[in-house]
């Protein structure tokens, strides 16, 4: 959505310069685009009120903590969203995306704590990965787990005998 969003609007301070039911009709296909495009608004704008344009080549220079560090002192911004930007874009640094269905699977496996929030999954996460997993692994793992969460380990009646994760599940041997 981003890559489209840029490329229909030439830079990010053009995406930023939108008036907010333009971004709206831009973002329209990700859920609540309505309060996507707040969030993304206020973004760009402390973005450009803090390095005088939408750049993050700030970043650049700083370990990945410290620039997920920076970027969640953004309104709006969480470690999601954080690692996200570190881990998708130029910078292309190993960092977990955590979304909702990630954390209901990692909880039922038992690697975290029911209701934990995703930066402290996050932080107990991150030193487990095995090493040699890059960015591009990391997303590709993010997109299969969030695949998982949507259509076997779904919040309500999830489908544990179909799941390939099932031997390593406490939950889903129980759910079986």
């Known amino acids: 959505m981003a890559d489209r969003v840029l490329a229909e ?15 709206t009709a ?18 760009l704008g402390a973005i450009s009120d803090k390095v005088g344009k939408v750049d993050l080549s700030c970043l650049e220079a700083m370990d990945t903590p410290a620039a997920i560090a920076w970027l969640e002192a953004l309104p709006g911004t969480g470690r999601k969203i954080a690692a996200q930007v570190v881990n998708t874009t130029t910078l292309d640094r190993p960092a977990l995306v955590l979304d909702t269905h ?8 038992g690697l975290i704590g029911e209701g934990a929030d995703t930066a402290k999954a996050y932080d107990a996460l991150m030193p487990l990965l095995p090493p040699e997993w890059g960015a591009g692994t990391i997303d590709a793992h993010h ?26 599940c406490p939950t889903g041997q129980t759910l079986a």
Do not use: Y
């Open 9 to 23: 609007h030439g830079s990010w301070d053009a995406v930023a310069n939108l008036p907010i039911e333009a971004l």
């Open 26 to 43: 831009a973002l329209k296909g990700v859920r609540f685009p309505n309060q996507s495009a707040k969030r993304v608004h206020g973004v």
């Open 102 to 109: 990630h954390l209901r699977i990692l909880a039922r496996l």
């Open 143 to 168: 997109t299969l787990m969030k695949e998982l969460g949507r259509t076997i380990c779904t919040p309500k009646n999830p489908k544990c005998p179909e799941c390939p994760a099932l031997a390593l």
